[in-house]
Structures are given as C-alpha cells and as structure tokens.
C-alpha cells in the first residue's frame, strides 16, 4: 500500500501480521501440543488424547521423543507469536522531494534497538537496485544504493513479486527520485 503525491512518496511496509504466519502459529501450536500430549499420555499410562491409546506408545523411546518434539515446537511457536504480536518488520519509506529527505522506520523486536530509523538526504540516494535470483526459491528484492553507506532494502525479501512488479516498483521509485537503475 502507498500514498503519492507531486513531491512525496510513501510506503506503508507490512510486517509479521500476514495470514500465512497466523496459520502457520496455530498449526505449529496445536501440532506441538498434540505431540506433548501423547508424550505425557505415554509415560503416565493414561489416554489423555482418545485418538492414541497410550499402550501402544512406549514412554522409552517414543513418548520421549514425542515429548521432545512437542516441547520444541512449543517454543518455536511462541517465538512465532511474538513475532506476530510485536509486528517484527512492518514500518514505512517515505521520500519527500520537497525536503530532499528520504525516511526508512522498521519495527524490530522489543529492546535497545526496537526501532529502526533511517534518514539520507536525497542527493546522497546513488541509484535503486534491482537484486532477482530466480530458482526454487526465487527472491526478487529492491535497494537503495547510498553514496558511501551501502545498499538498503525497501522490499521484503519474503514479498513474493513478480519480475514485472518489481520493474515497475523500481522503474516508478527511480523516476520518483531521479536516480538510475542496477540490476544484479
């Protein structure tokens, strides 16, 4: 989603909150879950979850791995959640010619550093850069080349574009800020 007028641009940066790591949470939490459950069914005797007689499952080694398992992926849920409830990665660009100032801001995790801001004056912007490598996994990210400061991404690297998407977003941002395009 943007917002552009004569002299100012601005993009608004989705970040954890995407239906793909909702479902992925939920999935990983109950999954988990259920391998813990059947873990501790195991070792106490009881069927806490009907679908698995626990007599079928040994405590040593099944229901220890199991339990292992679910434990781990409890974790790594959490860690999913947090994500998702901290918003990790959403923020904005905002390019104002009028200013001559380009803003970056990203919401990172909770600390020191929770916020992430980024400011260049336009005339150190040196040319937007197209990086594509294409595969199973294809990945096609935009940057900002800045004089002496390296490159800066303005697109997800988990932002699924296609190559036309991305030239346009590319072509429309270097005409936006007069600057040439590079493509790696």
Request: proline share 3%; charged share 20%.
């Amino acid at each position: 989603m943007s917002w552009r007028s004569e002299h100012i641009w601005i993009e608004l940066i989705a970040g954890s909150r995407k239906t793909s790591n909702f479902c992925w949470a939920f999935i990983l939490f109950f999954g988990s879950l259920g391998f813990l459950l059947v873990g501790i069914s195991s070792y106490l005797g009881r069927n806490l979850i009907s679908l698995f007689p626990s007599q079928q499952i040994f405590f040593f080694p099944q229901g220890i791995v199991m339990s292992f398992y679910g434990i781990a992926g409890l974790f790594i849920s959490s860690y999913l959640w947090c994500t998702i409830s901290w918003n990790v990665g959403s923020g904005y660009d905002r390019f104002d010619r009028k200013e001559g100032i380009v803003r970056i801001f990203r919401w990172g995790f909770p600390g020191k550093n929770r916020r992430i801001f980024l400011r260049f004056l336009m005339k150190e912007i040196q040319s937007i850069r197209i990086e594509v490598k294409e595969g199973i996994y294809a990945r096609r990210v935009l940057y900002m080349e800045i004089k002496g400061r390296g490159s800066v991404p303005l697109t997800r690297t988990d932002e699924n574009l296609t190559p036309r998407e991305i030239e346009q977003k590319a072509a429309e941002l270097a005409y936006f800020l007069r600057v040439p395009i590079e493509v790696f």
